[in-house]
């Protein structure tokens, strides 16, 4: 127990950096989801075509050389940006491209009735969106979001492997350290785990809370 005790701060170090890193690259994540997957539903099949094209190269590729291009190649081409800002580009873009998916399948699954009543009150096609297929389309997002959430969590290990000192980089050194390999990862794996069962938690609230909002006529 005392051992554990003295390797908590420089985990809780890491893990401060790996919160960052989740938080920044949900929010590029999340932004991105919802430009790429509007644009799959464009009327312009040009756009459509680069979307789709955006999320067959960041889904069919690996993640971790995602982060190696970025910061190992870029700078090669003039490009050249901190690990950290690597992290969230790389990890963020990810995600965004799976999200992207997301967004599509939930606006499409909006039933078409509620888009035509929308056009017979004169809505403009950006009301329509805003005001009647986006809210209804998030209620159906939230669950699949939460689990692309937990897996960029799980996703920001990866970024030791460019020098960013998170949870798992942290643990590295104290097991070179130390050799106490069972210790140091148990407390990281129980770590990681809390954080993502803040993520389940909070996506549950935003769920329910999103659910009762529209039962109250929160579409309005």
Do not use: C
């Amino acid at each position: 127990m005392r051992f554990i005790l003295d390797i908590l701060p420089p985990l809780l170090q890491g893990l401060v950096v790996t919160v960052e890193l989740t938080l920044a690259a949900a929010v590029l994540g999340v932004v991105v989801a919802f430009v790429v997957g509007l644009a799959r539903l464009s009327r312009f099949s040009f756009v459509r075509y680069i979307a789709l094209a955006f999320i067959e190269v960041f889904r069919g590729t690996s993640a971790l050389v995602q982060l190696f291009w970025l910061y190992f190649a870029l700078p090669l081409f003039g490009f050249d940006i901190s690990a950290m800002t690597a992290g969230i580009i790389g990890l963020g873009l990810n995600t965004g491209a799976y999200g992207a998916v997301v967004v599509r399948g939930a606006v499409q699954a909006v039933p078409r009735a509620q888009v035509e009543a929308a056009i017979a009150l004169n809505l403009s096609g950006r009301r329509r969106m805003w005001h009647v297929v986006l809210p209804q389309a998030a209620l159906a997002m939230l669950p699949p979001w939460g689990n692309l959430f937990i897996e960029l969590l799980k996703n920001t290990a990866l970024v030791s492997l460019i020098t960013i000192s998170e949870l798992t980089f942290q643990g590295q050194l104290l097991r070179s350290e130390t050799l106490r390999t069972p210790q140091i990862f148990g407390t990281v794996l129980v770590l990681y785990f809390l954080l993502a069962l803040v993520i389940t938690k909070a996506m549950r609230l935003a769920e329910r809370k999103l659910a009762f909002g529209l039962d109250r006529g929160g579409l309005h």
